[in-house]
């Protein structure tokens, strides 16, 4: 007796989820606007923000040295620039480096060949590292 009260009482549930599922008031969007929500303006296209003028200056010389930055163009000026005088120096050229990224913390990967320049950093300190961690080119 208990089990078949019990389907009974799945089938009652079942049926009711159905119905309210299947119901013509929740096919059709509301067409009036609504009195809290404004009505919607046309899409805005987001405006990039204009690249720090040494944005191309440190792609170029990273490029010259056989490495790639990735995700520089989100950089602010003194970053990029901290960037052009790390790879200036002869101590971070002809090393194996493939990959040039920002962080926050000084890192480098040898499987991926990556470098992570963090952001509290001196040229020194991070000149240093390179010496100490990342190996020449073959």
């Not at 990959?99 to 950093?121: A, I, M, P």
Request: net charge negative; aromatic share 10%; charged share 20%.
């Amino acid at each position: 007796m208990k089990k078949s009260l019990y389907i009974v009482c799945l089938h009652a549930i079942f049926f009711c989820l159905v119905w309210g599922c299947a119901s013509q008031e929740n096919r059709n969007p509301v067409e009036s606007p609504s009195p809290v929500l404004e009505p919607a303006d046309e899409i805005s296209v987001v405006s990039e923000s204009p690249r720090p003028s040494n944005f191309d200056e440190t792609m170029q010389l990273l490029s010259q040295l056989g490495y790639q930055g990735v995700g520089l163009e989100h950089e602010d000026e003194a970053t990029l620039k901290f960037i052009i005088s790390v790879f200036s120096n002869p101590k971070s050229q002809n090393r194996n480096i493939r990959f040039v990224y920002t962080g926050l913390q000084l890192s480098y990967d040898r499987e991926q060949f990556s470098l992570t320049l963090g952001e509290n950093s001196s040229l020194a300190q991070t000149l240093k590292f390179i010496e100490k961690n990342i190996p020449f080119k073959k």
